[in-house]
């Protein structure tokens, strides 16, 4: 592999790693989708004109954008959900252990080292 392609696959592969990071404070409600779609469109067209330089970049961009931006909006309604929910532990399945979950031992059941005679 010409190493050009190869630093470009790592740009993309480090710049994409970023996409992850939490939001800012006040950020706006679709900040992942944003992000999303701008690096993406970045990365894309990076790989793109990589492998064909002729025109490639132009649709590197437009597959990375939309691929950016549909994990992005699938990210952004995930963080939506937690927020709904008040977080992900207090929707009242984790608050506390199943019953009976957490129970001492007590030893084998009456009877069970003792078979009924035949």
Avoid: F, W
């Avoid at 990210?75 to 959900?81: G, L, R, T």
């Avoid at 929707?91 to 009924?116: L, V």
């Amino acid at each position: 592999m010409c190493m050009p392609l190869k630093l470009t696959l790592l740009a993309v592969a480090l710049g994409l790693t970023t996409a992850c990071a939490p939001p800012p404070p006040g950020a706006p409600p679709n900040y992942y989708t944003t992000g999303g779609v701008l690096m993406g469109a970045a990365a894309g067209a990076a790989v793109g004109h990589a492998i064909d330089p002729t025109g490639g970049a132009v649709t590197g961009a437009l597959g990375g954008a939309l691929i950016g931006g549909a994990v992005g909006n699938q990210m952004d309604y995930q963080n939506q959900e937690i927020n709904r929910r008040g977080g992900y532990y207090n929707d009242g399945y984790y608050s506390s252990p199943p019953p009976r979950y957490y129970r001492r031992y007590s030893g084998p059941p009456p009877g069970y080292y003792n078979p009924p005679p035949y």
